[in-house]
């Protein structure tokens, strides 16, 4: 009795494994497996998908500042600079000197910059000794 009783828990234990092991549970395993490993590459995936995006935004960002950069120096550029030659006129410098001073000044934005915070009897010598160091 004891014997069959042994046999029994061993019949009983060998079903388990025998049950477990069955193709149709070893399919559930599988499938479960390859759901969480899609649903981990999708994660993966849809992470990169958001870097990438992120990373876009800021390259149009800085490219949207450069431009703005690039088109406020061509308007800088470009900006009229009548009062120069108007104060050029009023120190009584010839026609000729006068254009020759204007390009001598536009030529170099320093020399703008310099021209424009001197008083004005120190820009008179200045334009004079732009005109003379240019011969």
């Known amino acids: 009795m004891m014997e069959e009783q042994s046999n029994n828990e061993v019949n009983a234990s060998d079903n388990c494994v025998q049950e ?6 070893l399919n559930r395993e599988g499938s479960q497996s390859m759901n969480s ?9 849809s992470s990169d998908e958001e870097k990438i995006v992120t990373v876009l935004e800021k390259l149009f960002e800085a490219s949207g500042k450069r ?3 690039v088109t406020e120096a061509i308007i800088k550029g470009n ?9 050029l006129k009023k120190m009584g410098f010839s026609p000729l000197d006068q ?3 204007l390009k001598l000044i536009l030529e170099k934005p320093q ?4 021209f424009m915070s001197l008083d004005d009897d120190i820009k008179k010598v200045f334009v004079e000794q732009l005109l003379s160091d240019n011969t």
């Open 111 to 114: 020399n703008i910059s310099i």
């Open 20 to 25: 477990d092991a069955s193709p149709m549970s």
């Open 67 to 69: 431009m703005q950069m």
């Open 79 to 87: 900006e009229d600079r009548s009062d120069i030659a108007k104060e």
């Open 99 to 101: 254009i020759a001073a």
């Open 37 to 45: 490993q899609n649903k981990r590459k999708r994660a993966a995936s």
